[in-house]
């Protein structure tokens, strides 16, 4: 059965074939066997890529303090397994498998487990890849990460939270593990409406709509109950309560007289994203119509997350937690704004964020920020690009920098490793000559 699988793009970073393997020397699984075992795991998992080369055996025995006939005994199991294969002259290189397939000879494999059919590549976008990558670089030890916009890890509220569970959860048994309304929990609904009363927007529970992370609702609201021509605003204000300076910024919809704002806003930057809880705030009619929607993809949002949001909220907790984020983040910024100026080319263009995780940046010229983003995975450092973010294919020189996410130490040697990366691009694209001066852009505001 031929089908309309395309290939899978390479991953952008690889990671160092012995970092791979950590032996444990007292186990009593031999140590050719544990070798084994974790390149299996990581061709499978699509860590090592088809045609990545595996270090010679004598490398890779003394990299890890092995005897050579031990790495020999591994990448022969390897090769019996179809996992590699040696040629004579280019080393042991892995071969194509299951998941990282590449075009041909899959009759008798199941479609849909490779690669992006046309119309579903169209949907996703050319960067969906690139951008899932981008989001689990956070969990990536050896690459410094400037692209997650997630709160730093230090600045989770897990004691805030532990002391939530421990002291509420055994009374809230049925509010926080049973199923609950499609809409969110009512608690909820009303401290998050009550909040937005107090940034200027008139509304009560009845217009607040629980969701499962705001992202849930740009979806619910572009596929299902928009149509072309209709005129909304979808405010996305995940950032609205993180300002660092001056007085707390309106939303939009406080100014709306029509019923035209559609508002999301979520609790991933200011408490967790692993809470899941967000919400969507608009006129009644319409987060019944989106109720009925989202009952359909996943029943409800998880109630003990909104559970544990409401209790946040009715202890009053959460001002005093903003408080915390607003101070270090807005050091966070000062940090990597400082950074730059030190290990930058002056004439990059850069943002001076007054609240929110990120630093925008545009580069010289027509320089791409793909370009860039290329080159700094040699240097082990990961950005956002702008093209995502932009639906009339312009922000190809733009680029997004999170200030909030990295630790301190971390800001510093990111942005530094980012300017070698630029410096050797500009080297090969302006040799000789002055790189054109900028008009005016737009930036995005995320
Ligand atoms: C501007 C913006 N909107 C929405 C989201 C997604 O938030 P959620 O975790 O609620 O889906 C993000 C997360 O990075 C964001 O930066």
């Not at 000879?105 to 059919?117: K, Q, R």
């Not at 080159?375 to 702008?386: D, L, S």
């Amino acid at each position: 059965m031929q089908q309309h699988a395309t290939s899978q793009p390479r991953p952008l970073f690889t990671a160092s074939i012995s970092s791979l393997i950590q032996l444990e020397r007292d186990s009593e699984i031999p140590l050719y066997r544990q070798i084994c075992q974790r390149l299996r795991e990581a061709i499978l998992s699509g860590e090592l890529t088809e045609g990545a080369r595996l270090p010679t055996e004598r490398a890779l025995a003394s990299e890890l303090g092995v005897n050579r006939t031990t790495v020999m005994n591994a990448y022969n199991q390897l090769a019996s397994e179809g996992l590699v294969e040696g040629h004579v002259g280019r080393g042991t290189l892995v071969r194509r498998n299951n998941f990282s397939y590449d075009g041909e000879n899959f009759d008798n494999v199941a479609s849909w487990l490779f690669g992006l059919p046309a119309g579903e590549r169209e949907l996703l976008g050319p960067d969906a890849h690139l951008l899932s990558e981008l989001a689990a670089m956070g969990e990536r030890r050896d690459i410094i990460s400037l692209a997650a916009g997630t709160p730093a890890r230090d600045l989770l509220p897990a004691e805030m939270l532990s002391t939530i569970f421990a002291e509420g959860l055994l009374n809230a048994r049925q509010s926080a593990l049973g199923y609950c309304p499609v809409e969110g929990i009512l608690s909820l609904r009303r401290g998050v409406a009550a909040r937005m009363r107090k940034r200027g927007v008139a509304i009560d529970a009845q217009h607040i709509l629980i969701l499962s992370g705001s992202t849930q609702g740009i979806g619910l609201a572009g596929r299902l109950v928009l149509s072309p021509g209709d005129e909304v605003v979808l405010e996305d204000d995940p950032y609205g309560e993180m300002y660092f300076e001056g007085k707390e910024p309106q939303p939009l919809m406080a100014m709306d007289r029509n019923g035209q704002v559609l508002y999301l806003s979520t609790y991933s930057k200011t408490l967790a994203p692993g809470l899941r809880v967000a919400w969507m705030a608009a006129p009644e009619a319409m987060i019944e119509r989106l109720s009925l929607h989202k009952q359909i993809f996943d029943l409800n949002t998880n109630a003990i997350g909104q559970w544990a949001v409401s209790e946040v909220l009715q202890r009053g907790l959460l001002d005093d937690h903003l408080t915390k984020l607003r101070r270090r983040y807005q050091h966070k910024r000062d940090l990597m704004l400082q950074a730059i100026s030190t290990h930058w080319p002056r004439d990059v263009r850069v943002s001076h964020p007054q609240g929110g995780f990120h630093i925008w940046c545009r580069l010289l010229g027509d320089m791409r920020a793909r370009s860039l983003l290329r080159e700094a995975a040699h240097e082990q450092v990961a950005f956002v690009i702008g093209e995502p973010f932009h639906v009339d294919g312009g922000g190809q020189q733009q680029f997004r920098l999170s200030f909030a996410y990295p630790e301190e130490e971390h800001i510093e040697e990111g942005v530094r490793r980012v300017g070698n990366a630029m410096r050797r691009l500009m080297a090969r694209r302006f040799p000789h000559e002055e790189p054109r001066r900028l008009g005016v852009e737009h930036v995005p505001m995320v």
